[in-house]
């Protein structure tokens, strides 16, 4: 049971870095600090005061530069990687009674996955925004992003089934939306 709760916090919070990249490793690390977040070997150092500031500082800059229009969209382009390695590292940073090679093919595949898919998914959004609105909407995406990925770091740190559902339910959510605009933009071919 253990061992299930240990990949579903990892996997929670690799999701949450698909929406920011700092927000969930800040939050990790102040929940360390307070003993309510064990990390595994090797990973000890978020758990350290000069790590809450990186981080801090790290999850407010981030978060203030999503809020320029256009560099929003900048920033998408260097996030997709960055998510990705940050969800692999998130993941097996807490995945704590789990052998290195099981720990680290779950991070990679499930964490490193999960984040791709929550920021590729982010970046379609912020794309259609910025489509739409000419980047002004954009700030209105920014603040779903952040509060999004700190409420699903929470909900992963201490209630990690319901931080493993509200993933899956946002896995169904943008693979649904994505079927409805193809068979949209069917429709609309159709009709030309």
Known sequence: MESALSIALGIGLSAACGFRVFVPFFVASVASILGYLPLSEGFEWIGTVPAVILFGSATLLEIAAYYVPWIDNVLDSIATPAALVAGIVAAASVMTDLPPLLRWTVAL???????????????VVRMGSTVLTGGIGNAVVSTGEWVASAVTSLLAIFLPVAGIVLVVLMLIIGWRSSVKRKEEAAIQRSHQ
């Not at 595949?109 to 970046?123: D, E, H, K, Y």
Request: hydrophobic share 55%; no cysteine.
């Open 109 to 123: 595949i499930g964490g490193g996955g999960v984040a791709g898919a929550v920021q590729g998914a982010m970046a």
